[in-house]
Nanobody, 121 residues
C-alpha cells in the first residue's frame, strides 16, 4: 500500500484544515486507516483512526471533538478534518494503514511521507 498525504499548511489558531491521503496498491477497503503526528522534539503520537468500513472511529483525547476522520473507499482516500486548531497541533502529520478491520491506535505498518501543519498563535 502506498500513501500520499496532502493538505497541510499554515493556519492561525482557531482555524481549520483538511488533510487528505490517497492510497494505492492493494485492496484499500480491507485496511484500517489513521493519522499520526510528530511535533519537533517530541515522539510520534496517535491522532485518529477509522475502521475499514468507515463505521468506527478512534481519537486521541487531545483532538476529540475538534478533529474528524473519514474515508471514501470509492475514491481510495482518507480525510482528517481539523477544526479549532491550536498551536499545540503543530506537527508533521502522517497517514497510516494496517492490515485489519478495526480503528486501532497501534500496529500500523504502512506510512505516508507526512505533511506539515503549522498553527500560529
Amino acid at each position: 500500500v502506498q500513501l500520499q498525504a496532502s493538505g497541510g499548511g499554515l493556519v492561525q489558531a482557531g482555524g481549520s484544515l483538511r488533510l487528505s491521503c490517497a492510497a494505492s496498491g492493494r485492496t484499500f477497503s480491507r485496511y484500517a486507516m489513521g493519522w499520526f503526528r510528530q511535533a519537533p522534539g517530541k515522539e510520534r503520537e496517535f491522532v485518529a483512526a477509522v475502521s475499514w468500513s468507515g463505521d468506527s472511529t478512534n481519537y486521541a483525547d487531545s483532538v476529540k471533538g475538534r478533529f474528524t476522520i473519514s474515508r471514501d473507499n470509492a475514491k481510495i482516500t482518507v480525510y482528517l478534518q481539523m477544526n479549532s486548531l491550536e498551536p499545540e497541533d503543530t506537527a508533521v502529520y502522517y497517514c497510516v494503514a494496517r492490515d485489519g478491520l478495526a480503528a486501532s491506535r497501534s500496529g500500523y505498518h504502512y506510512w505516508g511521507q507526512g505533511t506539515q501543519v503549522t498553527v500560529s498563535s
